[in-house]
C-alpha cells in the first residue's frame, strides 16, 4: 500500500508541475494516495489537512492559487507517510515555514503579482539558512542516521533547485523564455522547489528527539 501511495504521490506532483490543466487528476491522485498510505494515518490532523487541499484544488481553478497549493498539497502528503505522532521537541519546523514564503513568492512572480527582486531576496534567504543548518547537521556524528540522511536530501536538493533557478533567470536576461527549454527548466524549477518544501518538512520531522 505504502508503495502504491508513494508511486502515485510522485505521480500528482509530476502532474502539478505541468500546470494549472492538470489539478482536479494532481489532486486527485494525491487524494488517492493519503487514503492508501494507511487507515490510521487519517486519523491524523496532517492527512486531514492533505485532503482539504487536494479538495480545494478541484475547485479553485486561480492559477496563482494552484501555484501554491500544488507543493503545500505535495508536501502534506509526504507528512502523512512520516508523522510521528507523539513528538516531544522539534528543532527545525522554521525551516518549512520558511521555504512555504518562498514558495508562496515564487508563484506569485510567475504569476506577474510582484517582481522578481522579493522572489531573489527570498531565494537567498531560504537556501543560505538551509544550506548553513544542513552543513552543521552533517557536521555533527553524533545526530541521527535519519537526521543526518535527510540533512544531506536537503542540501542536494537545494543546490539543484538553486542552480535551476539561476539558469532560468539568466535564460529570461537572454530573452529565451519563450522556448521549450526554458518551459522544462521552468517545470523542473517549481517540481524541485515541492521537493524542497516536501525535504524541509521530512528534516523537521526527523529532527524531533
Known amino acids: 500500500m505504502k508503495t502504491a501511495a508513494a508511486i502515485l504521490t510522485l505521480l500528482a506532483l509530476a502532474l502539478g508541475a505541468m500546470g494549472q490543466r492538470f489539478e482536479v487528476i494532481h489532486a486527485g491522485l494525491g487524494i488517492v494516495a493519503v487514503v492508501l498510505s494507511g487507515i490510521n494515518a487519517l486519523k491524523s490532523r496532517v492527512a486531514l489537512i492533505a485532503v482539504g487541499i487536494g479538495l480545494a484544488e478541484c475547485f479553485l481553478r486561480a492559477e496563482i492559487v494552484h501555484a501554491f497549493t500544488a507543493p503545500v498539497f505535495f508536501t502534506a502528503c509526504v507528512a502523512v507517510a512520516l ?36 522572489h531573489l531576496a ?18 555533527r556524528p553524533r545526530q541521527s542516521a535519519p537526521l543526518r540522511t535527510a540533512a544531506a536530501t536537503t542540501l542536494g536538493i537545494v543546490l539543484l533547485q538553486v542552480s535551476l533557478g539561476i539558469a532560468a533567470f539568466v535564460m529570461r536576461l537572454l530573452d529565451v523564455d519563450t522556448s521549450t527549454a526554458f518551459a522544462v527548466l521552468a517545470a523542473a524549477h517549481v517540481t524541485v522547489g515541492a521537493l524542497t518544501l516536501a525535504a524541509t518538512t521530512v528534516l523537521a520531522l ?3 528527539s
Open 206 to 208: 526527523r529532527g524531533f
Open 83 to 118: 508523522w510521528q505522532p507523539a513528538p516531544r521537541s522539534g528543532r527545525f519546523m522554521l525551516l518549512p515555514a520558511l521555504v512555504l514564503c518562498q514558495v508562496a513568492l515564487g508563484a506569485a512572480y510567475r504569476h506577474k503579482a510582484i517582481g522578481v527582486m522579493p
Open 122 to 139: 527570498g531565494a537567498l534567504l531560504t537556501a543560505g539558512v538551509l544550506l548553513v543548518v544542513c552543513t552543521i547537521v552533517l557536521q
